[in-house]
């Protein structure tokens, strides 16, 4: 069909061409216009159609190239990336945490802390300071605590320390002072021999606590414990069982290691 198409036209081309050099003498210059334009026109058609539209190009098709052996190496294992930027971020998050973990507070602090800023402490040395519970005991022996001399050094930085305790003779107080002195105590804190108190009675030891007044007390009887809880502001009681019932001024615990948290 197209070719039949092309031929008609180019006979009506001739044709046309023949008709004009036949009339031309007898147009006038708007009908000679007039008919070039359409002759224009039919002779660009004419050739639209003479060219056959030519088939799109394909693009040719770009050679892959085996990459390398060390992208080989990246590929075959995709995971190889991401875990390195998974460590890294890991390492990052590492010296983050430790630049923001909290800071372990000091002994010190802690003493100073669980102590509620108190300036002045009374405390009993058998069971607590000592490691006899009993004055028939101190009448042999006196052994201090090892566990508690940081403890003791700390509060003497903040606050009048003051000991006591019931004794049945001068030999127990010499053997209890003697004994405090070898481990130190009056060298290398703020506490001095005339702050050890002794009696022979717990009347006696109710009676120092009362007239030092005291920001805290530490005692092991409980008897003690509940008279002071009127005039005392604070007090500890050492005891290996916690009280049913106690006043809100009284905390209780195993031992003073464990109150100020060295256990």
Not at 84 to 113: C, H, M, R, W, Y
Not at 139 to 160: G, N, P
Not at 236 to 258: C, D, M, Q, T
Request: net charge negative; hydrophobic share 40%.
């Amino acid at each position: 069909m197209a070719d039949h198409s092309k031929d008609d036209i180019f006979q009506l081309i001739k044709k046309f061409g023949a008709f004009l050099t036949l009339k031309f003498n007898n147009l006038d210059s708007r009908s000679i216009g007039a008919i070039a334009g359409l002759a224009v026109a039919i002779v660009f058609t004419w050739r639209l159609l003479r060219s056959p539209s030519e088939p799109q190009r394909r693009q040719p098709k770009r050679e892959i190239t085996a990459p390398s052996n060390s992208g080989l190496a990246n590929h075959s294992n995709p995971n190889l990336i991401s875990t390195g930027v998974s460590s890294q971020d890991s390492s990052a998050q590492n010296v983050i945490d430790e630049l923001f973990q909290p800071v372990k507070p000091t002994l010190g602090q802690i003493v100073k802390q669980r102590l509620s800023d108190g300036r002045k402490v009374t405390c009993r040395l058998l069971g607590v300071i000592l490691e006899e519970s009993t004055p028939e005991e101190l009448q042999k022996q006196a052994t201090v605590r090892s566990s508690v001399l940081e403890i003791l050094l700390e509060i003497t930085k903040f606050c009048d320390l003051y000991l006591m305790e019931i004794v049945l003779d001068d030999e127990s107080e010499k053997r209890v002072l003697a004994a405090l002195e070898d481990a130190g105590i009056f060298t290398s804190g703020g506490l001095i021999k005339d702050k050890v108190l002794f009696c022979s009675t717990e009347t006696g030891r109710t009676s120092f606590v009362r007239q030092l007044e005291p920001d805290w007390h530490i005692d092991t009887n409980p008897e003690i414990i509940h008279q002071l809880s009127r005039f005392i502001r604070y007090q500890l009681y050492i005891a290996s069982v916690k009280p049913e019932r106690s006043a809100g001024n009284i905390l209780s615990s195993p031992s003073l290691e464990e109150f100020f948290g060295c256990v």
